[in-house]
Antibody, heavy 118, light 108 residues
Framework: QVQVVQSGVEVKKPGASVKVSCKTS????????ITWVRQAPGQGLEWVGY????????NNAQNVQGRVTMTTDPSTTTAYMELRSLRSDDTAVYYC???????????WGQGTLVTVSS | DIQMTQSPSSLSASVGDKVTITCQAS??????LNWYQQKPSQAPKLLIY???NLETGVPSRFSGSGYGRHFTFTISSLQPEDIATYYC??????????FGQGTRLDIK
């Protein structure tokens, strides 16, 4: 069965970087993209971006442009999202999800809370 | 960016009621729309894809319809386990993909 398991809680200071991992299993990793979605406390869902292992193609939201790097390691079927120059408004639960064509998110990780605070 | 407007933002209904949520896109998106359910402290779950297709394993009381700018999500007979927040999501424009603001559903 498909499983998506993310790394644990992170607490960072403004200006620091964070790298969240997303370990997948139960399907052919290179056949699907991985999308990242975040949810600030008490707020709705916000698309962050995606990476497609089969093409290496990535795309991301304007408000993280230049600060985010999405990568994958097919040997361990793991995806990573690194966010740099963290700000307080980056505080959120970050979800990764298996994505059909980077458009439809059918299996989600449990979420990783990233708190940015001085 | 394509804006997605859901209504209502919250609603209360009784067990057994029919519940309807609407989602309007700021421009036509064909049928490029999905619906997700998010229960408290859980990750979202895909319910409906391509506007009207039921994801495998999702109960048949959930359904979706619509095309272009106007979409509807329906629960035919509300169950206690359906308490959640529901989101629509468009992917006609993949950059960026956008979600509605969510509809919080409670039991009356």
């Amino acid at each position: 069965q498909v499983q998506v398991v993310q790394s644990g809680v992170e607490v960072k200071k403004p200006g620091a970087s964070v790298k969240v991992s997303c370990k997948t299993s139960g399907y052919t990793f290179t056949n699907y993209c991985i999308t990242w979605v975040r949810q600030a406390p008490g707020q709705g869902l916000e698309w962050v971006g995606y990476i497609c292992p089969y093409s290496g193609k990535t795309n991301n939201a304007q408000n993280v442009q230049g600060r985010v790097t999405m990568t994958t390691d097919p040997s361990t079927t793991t995806a990573y999202m690194e966010l740099r120059s963290l700000r307080s408004d980056d505080t959120a639960v970050y979800y990764c999800a298996r994505s059909l064509g980077a458009t439809t998110f059918d299996y989600w990780g449990q979420g990783t809370l990233v708190t940015v605070s001085s | 960016d394509i804006q997605m407007t859901q209504s209502p933002s919250s609603l209360s209904a009784s067990v057994g009621d029919k519940v309807t949520i609407t989602c309007q896109a700021s421009q036509g998106i064909s049928n490029y729309l999905n619906w997700y359910q998010q229960k408290p402290s859980q990750a979202p779950k895909l319910l409906i894809y391509d506007a009207s297709n039921l994801e495998t394993g999702v109960p048949s009381r959930f359904s979706g319809s619509g095309y272009g700018r106007h979409f509807t999500f329906t629960i035919s007979s509300l169950q206690p386990e359906d308490i959640a927040t529901y989101y629509c999501q468009q992917y006609e424009n993949r950059t960026p993909i956008t979600f509605g603001q969510g509809t919080r559903l409670d039991i009356k």
